[in-house]
């Protein structure tokens, strides 16, 4: 049964869940794969292919190192069901690359916990949110969850909530530089700012709009859940598990403000909604009604295609 299955954690998981979305992320992208692309095309798309499979693994280590949830795969099965739900978030390379960068810095935010090399954390996750933001701008909306880190884990020195703006300094020096030696010309807001677009009428189709409704379905269902797994957490447990609830919300907003509206711009939501619905299959006490959800999430993004 696969809720046994995911219950634990061992190479074949892994192993099955990195196969189950090489194979989503390769259909996605055959024309690239096997249409006669260039070399070089076709080693980019393996190198982003292997960053989207790096995501599931450092989500992985997040929930881990930081007890996040249970020893387990079920996060990792979830956020690969999420992600191969939409077939345009697997074709959208800038919206996966600041993804993996949005995930490095979620790694060092909760880390902060430890109350070790406080600085050098907060640097780094602001650090890694300055550069998924050169991918997709919005994204900057989540150096908000690195001042409630701040809040929650540090001593509050007005030192600890100046060191962000020092990594947006260092990002932009770097691009700047970039630019100056690619193209002659300095880094502009305007080569970084998108603007957003509120047109949500390419989400009108069936294929879109049923995982879309999916996913809403999903938070709403778990949050609930979460909310009393937070009650009854340990004090030392609740600031990361409140910090997880907080990304939630600030990739619902970036969703809101992102330029594309066709499902690729919920994959910063897959995070931590994969780690909450973990921790709902933790606590969930009816074997089957899991058994069957799992099935279903496994098995839509194949379905969808096929009856629609």
């Not at 992985?60 to 007890?67: E, L, S, T, V």
């Not at 790694?107 to 430890?114: E, M, Q, W």
């Not at 919005?138 to 540090?154: E, Q």
């Not at 909450?276 to 009604?289: I, L, N, P, S, V």
């Amino acid at each position: 049964m696969l809720t046994r299955f995911f219950g634990q954690s061992k190479p074949i998981n892994f192993l099955f869940v990195a196969i189950y979305m090489m194979v989503f992320y390769i259909v996605a992208n055959r024309l690239v794969f096997f249409g006669g692309s260039s070399f070089i095309t076709i080693l980019k798309e393996v190198a982003l292919l292997l960053l989207y499979v790096v995501g599931m693994v450092i989500l992985n280590f997040i929930a881990k190192k930081n007890d996040l949830n249970k020893v387990n795969t079920y996060k990792i099965i979830l956020y690969a069901c999420f992600t191969v739900l939409f077939i345009n978030l697997l074709q959208n390379n800038s919206v996966i690359s600041a993804n993996i960068f949005v995930i490095l810095a979620l790694r060092r935010i909760i880390s902060l916990r430890t109350n070790k090399d406080i600085k050098k954390k907060i640097f780094d996750a602001a650090f890694w949110i300055c550069i998924a933001s050169l991918f997709q701008f919005w994204t900057i909306l989540f150096l908000i969850i690195v001042y409630f880190g701040i809040l929650f884990h540090s001593n509050r020195s007005w030192k600890n909530f100046a060191i962000p703006i020092t990594s947006v300094s260092c990002v932009a020096i770097l691009a700047t530089t970039y630019m100056l030696l690619t193209q002659d010309r300095f880094f502009l807001f305007s080569d970084w700012f998108q603007f957003s677009n509120f047109n949500f009428t390419k989400l009108n189709t069936i294929t879109i709009l049923l995982p879309i409704s999916v996913v809403l379905a999903m938070v709403v269902w778990v949050s609930g859940s979460y909310l009393k797994a937070i009650q009854n957490a340990s004090i030392s447990q609740k600031p990361s598990m409140y910090l997880i609830l907080m990304t939630l919300f600030a990739s619902m907003a970036i969703a809101i403000f992102s330029p594309f509206k066709n499902g690729s711009e919920l994959l910063f939501m897959f995070a931590p909604l994969s780690v909450m619905t973990a921790k709902y299959f933790e606590r969930e006490k009816e074997f089957w009604f899991k058994e069957v959800l799992l099935w279903l999430l496994i098995l839509m993004p194949i379905l969808i295609p096929i009856i629609f």
